[in-house]
């Protein structure tokens, strides 16, 4: 079951939400747990033993650690540690990576070796870093140990990010997890923030979906340099609002069930640098890595060399996170030497570069780099890179010249849509409409905003669900990790 669905928008979502209000406050997590499994069984009955099993797994190592605490023996702690991540590493990479290692051991051999076809668990990149994050923080002390099983497996499980996102770690909602009350404006706020996530996914991050799927599959007579970086752009924009606007879904999702989960965006396609991309991006699983392998291997306390040594560590395992394929471990590779280099030498040298050059600097590597994720076989990588810059097409044929001309409007939209601009706009707007009407009342003054965001949401909600009915395109790019 994902978000943007009718099952979700119009059978599962109303079901939770009435069931949960008139839930006595005591069973609420209760409630919210069972339910959750019914989200995840939703699309893979099966899978859902793998992760009750990491659940009653993780929650018994945190009970442990705390055994070994009164009996004096401190020291078993980081056992218990090493057996979690032994497990919990173990089901994840048994899963995502035992046919990838056995094809690339037959590929590079010759011998054809039969694969397991073994099909991902969704959500296990996931929820894997999510009980991860309270046994390491358990052994780090940092944070209690949860007794009640039912608010552990309601933390693990909790659907609205379950499957992609963000990445809340045990720190971020301990307290909330047992005391969190809800208010109307804070509901409110919860339901413009998933409608505005909706409409990113289903209006923006579809469309422009298309045009990506048409073009990745152009043929090599048809294919051009214009029309393979229009590709690349499309791309571009379909992973920022397909994965931004899950993510506001998500974070809204959690404001209506009071919790507040982390921001996973601040408009990244704003960014003068590398450097800066990656702190605008994907923040939770960043600051995953850099809490739980960074800054554990040495971080920058150890030496330049270590250093370079610990961000290539962190690089590998982001690309191999992402995905069981070369073409991600590339892309990993990729972002660490840009990221090297703007450490080294680049950053230095562009704060002398006017922000313009800085900013076009930026989104050309990021793009760029977006082309290499989206090609997930070498050679149709090798292929699309090689015509983005040329090699066996020309540069401009009817066939950019047609795409080109039916997306322009569009993807401007689209820049709009990934800066703060109308966010600003909306602001001054609010800020103008309380000034005009102040001498109207302020109740009023009050309702007539109110009334008027209500409009714009339902407008929003509306066409995204037309969009739904029509059974238009609707994938989920993040289902795969």
């Known amino acids: ?29 209760f409630f919210l747990f069972l339910f ?70 037959g590929a590079f051999t010759g011998d054809k070796i039969q694969l397991l076809k073994l099909a991902l668990p969704i959500g296990i990149s996931f929820y894997t870093f999510q009980t991860l994050s309270y046994t390491i923080d358990v052994y780090r002390r940092d944070v209690d140990v949860q007794h009640n099983i039912i608010d552990f497996g309601m933390y693990v499980c909790l659907f609205p990010q379950l499957i992609a996102g963000p990445i809340v770690r045990y720190s971020d909602v301990q307290e909330q997890i ?38 990745s599959s152009l043929q090599q007579g048809d294919m051009s340099i214009a029309a393979a970086w229009l590709g690349a752009i499309a791309f571009t924009f379909q992973i920022y609002f397909d994965f931004s606007g899950y993510s506001d879904m998500a974070i809204g999702l959690g404001h209506i069930f009071g919790f507040r989960f982390p921001e996973n965006f601040n408009y990244p396609y704003l960014s003068q640098s590398i450097t800066e991309f990656w702190r605008r991006w994907h923040m939770t699983l960043s600051t995953w890595f850099r809490e739980y392998v ?40 990729y972002f660490f030497v840009l990221l090297l280099a703007e450490k080294l030498f680049l950053l230095q040298e562009m704060k002398r570069w006017h922000p313009v050059f800085r900013h076009l600097y930026a ?88 009334a008027m965001q209500v409009i714009f949401v339902a407008a929003i909600l509306l066409v995204s669900g037309a969009m739904l009915i029509s059974g238009s395109y609707n994938p989920f790019l993040y289902f795969r990790f």
């Not at 859902?48 to 659940?55: A, D, E, N, R, Y």
């Not at 009970?63 to 979690?84: H, I, N, Q």
């Not at 191999?320 to 070369?326: T, Y």
Request: proline residues 3%.
């Open 1 to 29: 079951m994902v978000f943007s669905s009718m099952v979700f928008l119009c059978g599962f979502l109303p079901v939770v939400l009435i069931g949960y209000m008139l839930c006595p406050e005591r069973f609420r997590n």
């Open 36 to 105: 959750s499994l019914v989200f995840y069984a939703w699309g893979e009955p099966k899978y859902i033993l793998i992760m009750l099993f990491s659940t009653v797994f993780d929650y018994c190592n945190g009970l442990l650690m705390e055994y070994f605490d009164k009996k004096g023996r401190p020291g078993c702690r980081k056992y218990v540690l090493a057996g979690s991540l032994i497990v919990n590493l173990g089901i994840l990479c048994f899963f995502k990576y035992t046919d990838f290692v056995l094809e690339s051991i």
């Open 178 to 215: 047992r005391h969190r009350h809800p208010d109307c404006r804070e509901c409110a706020a919860g339901v413009r923030r998933f409608v505005i996530g909706l409409g990113k996914k289903v209006l923006l991050a579809n469309q422009i979906g298309i045009l990506w799927d048409q073009i």
């Open 294 to 333: 960074y800054i554990p291997l040495g971080g920058n306390r150890k030496g330049m060399v270590r250093q370079i040594f610990n961000l290539l560590v962190v690089w590998f395992l982001t690309g191999l996170w992402h995905g069981a394929g070369w073409n991600f471990i590339l892309w990993g590779i």
């Open 363 to 450: 989104l050309f590597f990021i793009v760029l780099g977006w082309a290499v994720f989206a090609n997930d076989s070498m050679p149709r990588l090798m292929t699309y890179l090689g015509a983005m810059f040329g090699r066996g097409v020309c540069a401009v044929n009817e066939t950019a010249v047609y795409y080109w001309s039916t997306y322009g409007l569009f993807l401007a939209v689209l820049i709009l849509g990934s800066i703060q601009l109308p966010k600003k706009a909306a602001v001054f707007l609010e800020n103008a409409l309380r000034n005009r009407i102040k001498g109207k009342g302020s109740v009023w003054g009050e309702r007539i905003l109110y």
